[in-house]
């Protein structure tokens, strides 16, 4: 009672509110309200109507906005309604809480009711999708029609956790990236997928890429690794998840049988490999006759989300496995932890210093795009073939004296391009970094710089969907399509006989904000400009009625008026209210009014032909796009590691195949020397300690020593330069170190950090977990990094135990280190054979 009271709810609230719980409301809202902390938020709980699913009182007069919004919430009880309102989008009752509480806006009046300006939309979505809410975003049909007229609104689009990009509908002449484009740069791992299990197949779609991977005939650590290898990092499972059986003709009560099973199957599967699914709805999907998991995912989600009948994916089947699991990423701080923010000092319950920061340069080129792909690269599970090309890339960078190419402007992500061109949504800013993509990469192929290509391209070869080669001259026949329609250079003259205007005059600046729209982002040839320069010049004449100095550009109202003098008829704003201190002429405002009623029209071109050209690029020359930033985004990566290793005074270990013949392969030592933590510099010798260590195959190791004495520092640094030197990538080690080739897994289990009471877990049932995870996921090949088994009970019985793991371990032939500082204990229960 005191803890509600402290933030402003008060006991007798909450009671009042489970016990008024009213049945219009979704049960969704309920643990939703319940975990409301901010006072702001509180206090609209008790103010909410219960008599409709909207929870805000509905006014007795028809044809209200608000009653047209309660009847849209019947139909999306479970999300959040954001509806626009001029220039304003609003949201009312539990919608409205929810706003306050995640946002942090402040409600209208001290009713629920909150909402927020136009521009700052995305980054309110941000705030609801991160808090795991789906978003229906509502539009007016005609933005220009009188304000004191009931507009007519249609959905434009639902925002969810696993598509958290709103396109607005009249963006496309935007030449601002940031409107956009930052929000496609999170990486792959940050976005939710939305998943489907069979009995037989697991399948994760990426809504906005159109990409389906899937799997065949997995265990539950399969299933675990490929979400993650799917997602490129961290998987999240979206709400609703799918669990789905084929269609057949059998007896109704053969199929409730059949989907008994499947649910079954589906919850032990995804609940065992994910934690998060916990929270996940799960939903039946019946297959059609011939349709693919992936297909009937692809279905459901264009169902739920409103994507239309249109929506169709590509698919990529997964054969391999990551080389390290989400658990072992975040102990080397390749992944955030669920408390922690990623960055350097992570926080939250581990405070392991972030990888990815210390694989780039210090100063400049940590762009989104390269940290992208690196922890794709990392958390993926690309083939042989592509980790040896990456290792001679780095081997040639190396060896190179001469400068290497950097590229400036961040290529678009796939998941931006899909995005925005399958909709015919694509925007100006896009198909500008789409031209300079092309021609960044079609350069390079020419050039062959450092002869990093054939590397290059046989890592891009390995990543495409569909095997299509990267084709300099595709490239620059994509460049010159977009530049017959795009105007590429945002700072070129409006027009020739506007080279040598002065732009700082108010009928120069009204001229500048009304056309730049569309004479600086479609090429002049394809609009039809005459109306536009004829009321452009009726605008000049009208203007010449006053002084110059007494004209005024209002930016706000998209006016052209004069300061107030005797004579003239009184200036209206753009709401058709008087202003007290502008004047204007019947003449000047027609003229006005003619002006920017032609540049709408000329805008309106623009973006037909933005249209257009995003279907071309789209049906034609979509493979294309996606090479050249594929191209560009895997050298800048490779070239920008190989920057930051030199400055860290990283090396590249050697790569070792199986020793021995073909049928008795013997595996080779694994050599680290020199090796330091990743975090700390191998030049400081007086902060950074260097170990050499050598591992041989199905060799178990003990480490051994006191508390703090930097046990799991050293695992978590050969976890590190092992994942990096499979990767082809450069290392805190030195040239000298060898690691084998054909390890397949390192598994990396560091003490555990307390109990899990929300699951009914215990520290010692935590760590049995743990261990039965590394029985079932290890082979021979892998490479085991234990720490501290048996904290969860006694020192006794946690040393016993760790002798009987070691005894499996060698029984098993792995190879690996434990660590213990109980390490006389540990000895009293190895025979003399396991000592």
Known sequence: AEAMRSLGGGLCLWSSFVKGWHPGWHPAWEPRLRSVRRGPAQALIPLLHRENALGFQ??????????????????????????????????????????????????????????????????????????????????????????????????????????????????????????????????????????????????????????????????????????????????????????????????????????????????????????????????????????????????????????????????????????????????????????????????????????????????????????????????????AKATEAMHR?????????????????????????????????????????????????????????????????????????????????????????????????????????????????????????????????????????????????????????????????????????AKKRAGYQQARDRLGKPMSTRVTTPRLESAVSRFVEACDDAASEARLELRRLSCDVYTLDLQTALAASGVVEISNAAVLHAVAAKERGWHLAQLIDDQGDHDTPIAPTLELRGLAPYWLSPCDSIRTVVNDVVIEGGEMSVLSGPNASGKSTLLRAIAAAVLLALRGLRGPLLASSKVPKRVDSVLLRVASRGDAPSRGKSSFAKEMDDLASLFRASTSRSLLLVDELGRGTSAREGAALGAAVLAEFRERHLRGVFATHLHAELMKHLDPWDQ
């Open 393 to 561: 890339a780095q081997s040639k960078l190396a060896r190179s004296m001469a400068p290497q190419p950097l590229f400036s402007a961040p290529p678009p992500s796939r998941r931006k391009l899909v995005r925005l061109l399958s909709g015919g949504d694509g925007t100006l800013a896009l198909f500008r970094e789409m031209a300079d993509a092309c021609l960044m990469a079609s350069r390079f192929l020419r050039d062959n710089p450092a002869d990093l290509v054939p590397e290059i391209l046989v890592i891009y070869a390995e990543e495409s969907s569909d095997g299509v080669a990267a084709d300099a001259t595709k490239m620059d026949a994509l460049r010159d399509k977009i530049q017959s329609v795009v105007v590429l250079d945002p700072l070129a003259p409006l027009s020739e006989e506007d080279d040598d205007y002065d732009g700082n005059g108010p009928v120069e600046l009204f001229f500048e904000k009304n056309e730049a729209v569309f004479r600086r982002s479609i090429r002049p040839e394809l609009l039809s400009l005459d109306v536009v320069d004829a009321a452009k010049a009726e605008v000049r004449q009208a203007a010449a009625d006053f002084p110059e100095e007494a004209l005024v550009f209002d930016a706000v109202n998209n006016a052209l008026t």
């Open 58 to 383: 509905v006014p007795t007069t028809k044809n209200t906005l608000i009653g047209e919004v309660c009847q849209w919430k019947e139909s999306m009880a479970s999300r959040v309604l954001l509806v626009r309102v001029g220039e304003f989008y609003e949201a009312w009752g539990l919608d409205a809480v929810m706003l306050v509480e995640h946002c942090g806006l402040n409600a209208m009046g001290g009713k629920p009711r909150a909402g927020c300006p136009w521009r700052n939309l995305q980054s309110t979505l941000n705030g609801l999708t991160d808090a795991g809410l789906e978003v229906a975003v509502y539009e007016e049909d005609d933005p220009r029609r009188h304000l004191k007229k009931k507009k007519a609104r249609t959905l434009a689009q639902i925002v969810t956790p696993a598509s958290p990009v709103y396109v607005p509908r009249n963006g496309a002449l935007s030449s601002s990236s940031d409107s956009l484009g930052d929000f496609f740069s999170v990486s792959n791992g940050d976005q939710p997928r939305y998943v489907a299990v069979s009995e037989t197949e697991v399948s994760a779609l990426d809504v906005d890429a159109r990409l389906a991977h899937y799997a065949c005939d997995l265990t539950i650590e399969g299933v675990r690794s490929f979400l993650q290898s799917s997602s490129g990092g961290g998987f999240k499972t979206a709400s609703p998840a799918f669990y789905a059986s084929p269609k057949a003709d059998v007896a109704s009560a053969e199929r409730r049988s059949r989907q008994r099973r499947a649910r079954t199957y589906a919850e032990s599967v995804l609940l065992l490999a994910e934690e998060e699914c916990q929270q996940c709805d799960l939903r039946y999907l019946e297959l059609h006759p011939g349709e693919t998991l992936s297909e009937g995912l692809a279905r459901a989600v264009a169902k739920e989300l409103h994507l239309g009948d249109s929506y169709a994916v590509e698919t990529k089947r997964v054969t391999r496995r990551p080389l390290m699991a989400a658990s072992a990423a975040r102990e080397i701080g390749l992944l955030p932890s669920s408390s922690s923010q990623q960055g350097f000092g992570g926080g939250g319950d581990l405070d392991v210093p972030a990888l990815l920061p210390f694989l780039l340069p210090q100063e400049g080129g940590r762009s989104s795009s390269s940290v992208r792909w690196l922890r794709q690269w990392l958390l993926g599970a690309p083939s």
